[in-house]
Structures are given as structure tokens and as C-alpha cells.
């Protein structure tokens, strides 16, 4: 039976077995180096690597763990993918068994011996369904006997990102138990946990994908952040992971790669938990290791360097903490916000004063939060202010209406020696006389055309409506009455169109109930249907040629959508968009899309262009009722 995460689970399990092993400094020093090399990025936010952050090779390690450790430097961490643990330093001020490293210490036997190769990882590969649900896409990363995958929910078609590992993997127990804790702790600052299993052979972790959002290592490679933006970057990474540390949790690996910024200019970050048990990675210290994490994507933001020795993410290292090495922020870069320079060496140097102020170091996320309170507000940046254009006088106001026309200039008019020109002398008799005459003659234009109107009416004279030009009548001006739908089907035609958008669902976008609907299929990255097509819609079918001057459709969301209709040559249904002739356009979640004048076709055609957003941050249309009226 599958084993689901319908129950907290403590995050720091051990399950009867044995602490792990604890890696000597030398080897920290040496994996760090390997992993946190520069290199180039992929285009995607979910399926880079963080080893492609940091220029390692794509199989090295987890989207979610990032490619070198915040601590890359730090003689005191062990992060090579060689041992199954990676261990931090000790606080006995921290909590007891802080769940962020998820029960790693269940995975290992006795420490004299050495430590088992991990069972390899699981042999998938794209198409695969796991739980006859999840469709794996695409490998991101394959690393010590698990692999991570981005893929599809097909039973909420939706993307999903999967962990896998089997069963028999020493870790495999403290993932689910760091997976569920996660999962429980619903904070949307955090990549959410969706699901948590294990399988007969196969442990897997089903987490949040998310099309919109960008990792920082992907923003810090076009320049460092403005000042109000690296102020709510380390405001909302401090709470979170105070939130976080309060329900005994903690990341233990935070770094440019699981940090990521939404297109609502939200921070999220991605692992809480899992990326420690994955790797192995263990903490006596959880609550400082994270501030120091927080500190070293702080002064990345700032600086557009790494805070440690080894390049990484794209960022060129910059110096040593134990060689007290380290120069501030502010002493890298001109411009740096002062406020926040001293912030970051204040949660990265946690042995007594800073480098750049004699403040008393930060040593949990709760105190770096009370800190960044505490600074005087950082406006954003204000837009550029344009001076307005100058006033421009018009040629008349200038006195070139002369007969040379209004493209004179002012000097064209004036006269001799510069002077202006005498004022135009004041009409005599015969101007009057021809004003007056034309007055006369508009005054009798208008009595008779009034005559004329009159007589007709009272006369009931209907010559006048066929000989004087013709009359709007019913028909061409739209009754508004509702026209019946006979049949109607899905459009989805070359290029891009598969030929089908949910076929079964074409009669609830016309029965009469806004309680169903027709949808779309599910498009991602994109509300243009993810790039991947011009639109799709709904043909309706009128039973015959038919007056049309409006149709009205509900949405579920604002869409863009457009009205279009047959000519009324068309023999039959037109196959292909070229067949419809546009009529109007709207964007909203209503929309009524009205004709100019009234037409007359059988084929309508309801046609989207653009897609709202759902919830699962995913892009899809839906249509709750459409209705056309005569």
C-alpha cells in the first residue's frame, strides 16, 4: 500500500538507527571548491540545475538544493555528493533537533565503517507515469541514487516537479519525513510540498512548478539589485525562515539557485527541508547556518559577487570569512545602501563584530528580521521624470493666417524694417450688404426645410423615406433577441492545433448554466497559449443563415477573445481561420462583442487569443455560457 503524507511526522526522525557519520573539514573544503564553480544558465527557472548556477555538470546536483552550499567556503560543512551526510557545526542554542535536516542521521550505519554506495537511482525516463498520475516530462538532475524530474499532473493538469528515489536509498526515510513536515507547514513563501509517498519500490516528492518565477542567480547575471529590491529580498527571506524555524524546520542550503523571485515581485523559496535530506546534509548550528545563508544571497544581491573564496552561480568569489578577508558590501561596490551592507556582514560574520560596524552580529533569522525592521524605510526608485514639452503656439496664434495660409511664419507677415503690419481696415457698405444677404438666404433655407419636414408628418406621407434615401429599419439596427445555437464543436486548427480542445465539453458553453463550463487545455509560461499556437475556440452552428449583431460569453477570468463569423458564401463550416471574417474584439470576463451593423451568417465564431491565470499558476480558458442575439 502506498504509504501517504496524511500525518505530521517529526522531521528529525531516527528511526531506531544509528547518527551519521561526521565529515572531516579537508574533504568540506575540497567538495565546496568542486561545487561551486561559474558557469552558464539555462533559460528555464524550473529546469536549470542549481550545478548549472554554479557551473557544475547537470547530473551533480538538485533543482532544489543548489549547486554550491551558502557555506562554500566554511571549513565546518561537508557538501560533496561523495558521502551520504553532509554535517554543520554545532549550537546548543538552537532547537533540539531543528527538522531541517529531515532525519538524515537515519541513513547511516556505524560511523567506523565506511559508508555504502546509495542504491542507484531508479531507471525512468520521459513518458513515464508514477502512481498512474504523474507523467515525467523532463530529468533536471540525477545525483547519488535519487533523481528530479519536471512533469505533469495528469488527473489536475497541472506542472509538477518530482524527486524519486528508491525505497531501499538510506535517505529515503528521512526525505518523506522532511517532505510531510514541509508540507504541513503551508507557508506560500516556501515552494509548497504537494505530496509525499512511498510506493512499493520508489519514494517520491511531488512539489510546486512554477512557470513565472525566476531563480536570483538568474537576475544577479544582469547586475545587482536596486536598493528597495534588496531590502524585500532579505525582509521577506528573514520572516519566512523565522516562520519556518518557529515550527522546527530549517533549509540549511540557501543560496542564489532556491531563492525565486515571481513575476508579482514575491520571493519564494524552494527545498525547505527536503534539499537537506536529499543531499544529507545535517546542522546542530540550523538557525545561524540559515542567517548565514540569508547574509550570502544579501551581499550577492548587493555586490553581484559570492562571499567566499570559490566562484559560484555565475557570481566571482570574493574573499574568505576565516582569513577575515571579507570587505562589506559598500567597499565592493559604490552606490550600496549602507543600512543593508552592514546587515549582510552582520548575519555573515557570527564570532563577534562585523567588518563594517561594531553592531552585534545576527545569529538567528528572528534577530536579522528585528534588524531589517529597523532600518529607515527604502523608497523604490522613482520613474524618471521627463520635462513636459514646450508649448507650441499654433501658427494663427502667431498671425500667419494672412492669405499666405497657416505655414507662414511670423517674419513672412511682417512688414517693412520688421514692423508688423497695419490691422485689415473695417468692411464698408458692400461687405454688409453680402453679409446680410447670406444670412437671408440660410433663414430661408432653413424655414422651408422645416416646412417640408412638417408637412410630411402631419400628412403621414412615406414617399419621403423611399425617395429622400432609406431608413434604418429593424433588421439593421439588431432586435436583440436571442438566436438558437443547433450544434457547435471545438476549433483548434493548424498551425499549432492538435485538432482537438476537449471535445466533451463543447455543450456546457451553451446549455444555459453558469455552473459548468468549456476549458481549454492547459498551456505554461505563456497566456498566448504558451507560444505554442494563435488561440482556439468554438464554432456555432446557427442551423441556417441567421441575423447576427451580438454575442455575449462568460469567462472564468479575463480573457481575450474576439468574434468571428462566416461569410455568408460559405457553403459549409469552415475548416481553417482564413474561412472567418473578423468582426470584433475584447478583453474581460464578461464580454458582449457587438457587430457595427448587423450580419448574416450560420457559422460564429468564438475565438480566444489569450488565457487567464489559475490557480495551479498555469494558463487555460474557460467558457461558462455564450449566448447570440439577432
Given at each position: 500500500m502506498?504509504?501517504?503524507?496524511?500525518?505530521?511526522?517529526?522531521?528529525?526522525?531516527?528511526?531506531?538507527?544509528?547518527?551519521?557519520?561526521?565529515?572531516?573539514?579537508?574533504?568540506?573544503?575540497?567538495?565546496?571548491?568542486?561545487?561551486?564553480?561559474?558557469?552558464?544558465?539555462?533559460?528555464?527557472?524550473?529546469?536549470?540545475?542549481?550545478?548549472?548556477?554554479?557551473?557544475?555538470?547537470?547530473?551533480t546536483s538538485s533543482p532544489d538544493a543548489g549547486g554550491s552550499d551558502v557555506n562554500g567556503a566554511r571549513s565546518d560543512l561537508t557538501a560533496g555528493s561523495d558521502t551520504p551526510t553532509e554535517t554543520l557545526p554545532t549550537d546548543a542554542g538552537s532547537p533540539a533537533g531543528t527538522a531541517a535536516a529531515a532525519g538524515a542521521d537515519t541513513a547511516l550505519g556505524d560511523s567506523s565503517d565506511e559508508p555504502a554506495a546509495p542504491?542507484?537511482?531508479?531507471?525512468?525516463?520521459?513518458?513515464?507515469?508514477?502512481?498512474?498520475?504523474?507523467?515525467?516530462?523532463?530529468?533536471?538532475?540525477?545525483?547519488?541514487?535519487?533523481?528530479?524530474?519536471?512533469?505533469?499532473?495528469?488527473?489536475?493538469?497541472?506542472?509538477?516537479?518530482?524527486?524519486?528515489?528508491?525505497?531501499?536509498?538510506?535517505?529515503?526515510?528521512?526525505?518523506?519525513?522532511?517532505?510531510?513536515s514541509s508540507a504541513l507547514l503551508g507557508d506560500p513563501r516556501f515552494v509548497q510540498v504537494l505530496d509525499a509517498v512511498e510506493d512499493h519500490d520508489l519514494v517520491y516528492v511531488v512539489r510546486e512548478w512554477l512557470p513565472d518565477a525566476t531563480p536570483l542567480s538568474e537576475i544577479l547575471a544582469s547586475g545587482p539589485l536596486e536598493p528597495h529590491d534588496a531590502y524585500q529580498l532579505v525582509s521577506q527571506l528573514s520572516q519566512a525562515m523565522t516562520a519556518a524555524h518557529r515550527e522546527g524546520l530549517a533549509h540549511l542550503r540557501l543560496t542564489p539557485g532556491t531563492v525565486l523571485r515571481t513575476g508579482s515581485g514575491q520571493y519564494r523559496i524552494r527545498g525547505l527541508a527536503v534539499t537537506a535530506a536529499l543531499r544529507g546534509i545535517r546542522s546542530d548550528t540550523p538557525q545561524r547556518t540559515d542567517t548565514e545563508g540569508i547574509g550570502a544571497v544579501l551581499y550577492a544581491a548587493l555586490t553581484q559577487r559570492w562571499p567566499y573564496e570559490e566562484d559560484a552561480y555565475g557570481l566571482t568569489g570574493v574573499g574568505s570569512l576565516t582569513k577575515d578577508s571579507l570587505l562589506a558590501p559598500e567597499q565592493i561596490r559604490a552606490g550600496v545602501h549602507r543600512g543593508l551592507s552592514q546587515l549582510a556582514m552582520r548575519a555573515l560574520v557570527n564570532d563577534g563584530a562585523t567588518a563594517s560596524s561594531e553592531a552585534r552580529p545576527c545569529a538567528t533569522p528572528e534577530e536579522l528580521a528585528k534588524a531589517v525592521s529597523g532600518l529607515p524605510r527604502i523608497r523604490p526608485p522613482e520613474s524618471p521624470f521627463s520635462a513636459p514639452r514646450q508649448y507650441q503656439r499654433t501658427a494663427y496664434q502667431q498671425g500667419a493666417h494672412g492669405p499666405g495660409g497657416p505655414a507662414r511664419s511670423t517674419a513672412a507677415v511682417r512688414g517693412p524694417g520688421g514692423e508688423p503690419p497695419a490691422p485689415p481696415a473695417l468692411p464698408g457698405r458692400t461687405g454688409k450688404a453680402l453679409k446680410w444677404g447670406v444670412s437671408a438666404l440660410l433663414i430661408a433655407a432653413l424655414g422651408l426645410g422645416s416646412w417640408q419636414v412638417a408637412d410630411?408628418?402631419?400628412?403621414?406621407?412615406?414617399s419621403a423615406s423611399d425617395e429622400g434615401g432609406q431608413v434604418s429599419g429593424p433588421d439593421e439596427q439588431g432586435t436583440g433577441k436571442p438566436v438558437k445555437i443547433v450544434d457547435a464543436q471545438d476549433f483548434d486548427p493548424p498551425p499549432g492545433?492538435?485538432?482537438?480542445?476537449?471535445p466533451a465539453d463543447v455543450p456546457d458553453a451553451y446549455d444555459g448554466s453558469h455552473s459548468t463550463y468549456w476549458l481549454t487545455q492547459e498551456y505554461i509560461g505563456r497566456p498566448d497559449f504558451g507560444n505554442l499556437k494563435p488561440g482556439a475556440g468554438l464554432i456555432l452552428d446557427l442551423g441556417k443563415q441567421q441575423q447576427v449583431s451580438s454575442v455575449k460569453v462568460d469567462f472564468i477570468g479575463a480573457t481575450t477573445a474576439g468574434f468571428l463569423a462566416a461569410p455568408k458564401s460559405a457553403t459549409g463550416m469552415p475548416s481553417s481561420l482564413g474561412g472567418f471574417n473578423k468582426v470584433s474584439e475584447g478583453t474581460g470576463e464578461h464580454l458582449t462583442l457587438k457587430a457595427k451593423k448587423p450580419i448574416r451568417t450560420q457559422y460564429v465564431l468564438v475565438w480566444l487569443t489569450k488565457l487567464p491565470l489559475s490557480d495551479d499558476g498555469n494558463y487555460r480558458g474557460r467558457i461558462t455560457e455564450i449566448q447570440v442575439q439577432s
Amino acid at each position: 500500500m502506498a504509504e501517504r503524507s496524511t500525518a505530521a511526522v517529526g522531521v528529525a526522525d531516527n528511526s531506531g538507527e544509528e547518527d551519521a557519520l561526521t565529515a572531516r573539514a579537508d574533504e568540506a573544503r575540497a567538495d565546496s571548491a568542486t561545487d561551486g564553480h561559474s558557469g552558464g544558465s539555462r533559460p528555464s527557472e524550473e529546469t536549470r540545475t542549481d550545478a548549472e548556477a554554479t557551473g557544475g555538470n547537470a547530473d551533480t546536483s538538485s533543482p532544489d538544493a543548489g549547486g554550491s552550499d551558502v557555506n562554500g567556503a566554511r571549513s565546518d560543512l561537508t557538501a560533496g555528493s561523495d558521502t551520504p551526510t553532509e554535517t554543520l557545526p554545532t549550537d546548543a542554542g538552537s532547537p533540539a533537533g531543528t527538522a531541517a535536516a529531515a532525519g538524515a542521521d537515519t541513513a547511516l550505519g556505524d560511523s567506523s565503517d565506511e559508508p555504502a554506495a546509495p542504491p542507484a537511482a531508479p531507471e525512468l525516463h520521459s513518458g513515464h507515469k508514477i502512481a498512474r498520475r504523474y507523467r515525467l516530462e523532463e530529468c533536471v538532475t540525477r545525483l547519488d541514487g535519487y533523481s528530479s524530474w519536471r512533469a505533469v499532473d495528469e488527473k489536475l493538469r497541472r506542472a509538477v516537479g518530482v524527486h524519486v528515489l528508491p525505497s531501499g536509498h538510506p535517505r529515503a526515510r528521512s526525505v518523506l519525513s522532511a517532505a510531510r513536515s514541509s508540507a504541513l507547514l503551508g507557508d506560500p513563501r516556501f515552494v509548497q510540498v504537494l505530496d509525499a509517498v512511498e510506493d512499493h519500490d520508489l519514494v517520491y516528492v511531488v512539489r510546486e512548478w512554477l512557470p513565472d518565477a525566476t531563480p536570483l542567480s538568474e537576475i544577479l547575471a544582469s547586475g545587482p539589485l536596486e536598493p528597495h529590491d534588496a531590502y524585500q529580498l532579505v525582509s521577506q527571506l528573514s520572516q519566512a525562515m523565522t516562520a519556518a524555524h518557529r515550527e522546527g524546520l530549517a533549509h540549511l542550503r540557501l543560496t542564489p539557485g532556491t531563492v525565486l523571485r515571481t513575476g508579482s515581485g514575491q520571493y519564494r523559496i524552494r527545498g525547505l527541508a527536503v534539499t537537506a535530506a536529499l543531499r544529507g546534509i545535517r546542522s546542530d548550528t540550523p538557525q545561524r547556518t540559515d542567517t548565514e545563508g540569508i547574509g550570502a544571497v544579501l551581499y550577492a544581491a548587493l555586490t553581484q559577487r559570492w562571499p567566499y573564496e570559490e566562484d559560484a552561480y555565475g557570481l566571482t568569489g570574493v574573499g574568505s570569512l576565516t582569513k577575515d578577508s571579507l570587505l562589506a558590501p559598500e567597499q565592493i561596490r559604490a552606490g550600496v545602501h549602507r543600512g543593508l551592507s552592514q546587515l549582510a556582514m552582520r548575519a555573515l560574520v557570527n564570532d563577534g563584530a562585523t567588518a563594517s560596524s561594531e553592531a552585534r552580529p545576527c545569529a538567528t533569522p528572528e534577530e536579522l528580521a528585528k534588524a531589517v525592521s529597523g532600518l529607515p524605510r527604502i523608497r523604490p526608485p522613482e520613474s524618471p521624470f521627463s520635462a513636459p514639452r514646450q508649448y507650441q503656439r499654433t501658427a494663427y496664434q502667431q498671425g500667419a493666417h494672412g492669405p499666405g495660409g497657416p505655414a507662414r511664419s511670423t517674419a513672412a507677415v511682417r512688414g517693412p524694417g520688421g514692423e508688423p503690419p497695419a490691422p485689415p481696415a473695417l468692411p464698408g457698405r458692400t461687405g454688409k450688404a453680402l453679409k446680410w444677404g447670406v444670412s437671408a438666404l440660410l433663414i430661408a433655407a432653413l424655414g422651408l426645410g422645416s416646412w417640408q419636414v412638417a408637412d410630411t408628418l402631419l400628412k403621414g406621407d412615406s414617399s419621403a423615406s423611399d425617395e429622400g434615401g432609406q431608413v434604418s429599419g429593424p433588421d439593421e439596427q439588431g432586435t436583440g433577441k436571442p438566436v438558437k445555437i443547433v450544434d457547435a464543436q471545438d476549433f483548434d486548427p493548424p498551425p499549432g492545433g492538435n485538432g482537438s480542445e476537449n471535445p466533451a465539453d463543447v455543450p456546457d458553453a451553451y446549455d444555459g448554466s453558469h455552473s459548468t463550463y468549456w476549458l481549454t487545455q492547459e498551456y505554461i509560461g505563456r497566456p498566448d497559449f504558451g507560444n505554442l499556437k494563435p488561440g482556439a475556440g468554438l464554432i456555432l452552428d446557427l442551423g441556417k443563415q441567421q441575423q447576427v449583431s451580438s454575442v455575449k460569453v462568460d469567462f472564468i477570468g479575463a480573457t481575450t477573445a474576439g468574434f468571428l463569423a462566416a461569410p455568408k458564401s460559405a457553403t459549409g463550416m469552415p475548416s481553417s481561420l482564413g474561412g472567418f471574417n473578423k468582426v470584433s474584439e475584447g478583453t474581460g470576463e464578461h464580454l458582449t462583442l457587438k457587430a457595427k451593423k448587423p450580419i448574416r451568417t450560420q457559422y460564429v465564431l468564438v475565438w480566444l487569443t489569450k488565457l487567464p491565470l489559475s490557480d495551479d499558476g498555469n494558463y487555460r480558458g474557460r467558457i461558462t455560457e455564450i449566448q447570440v442575439q439577432s
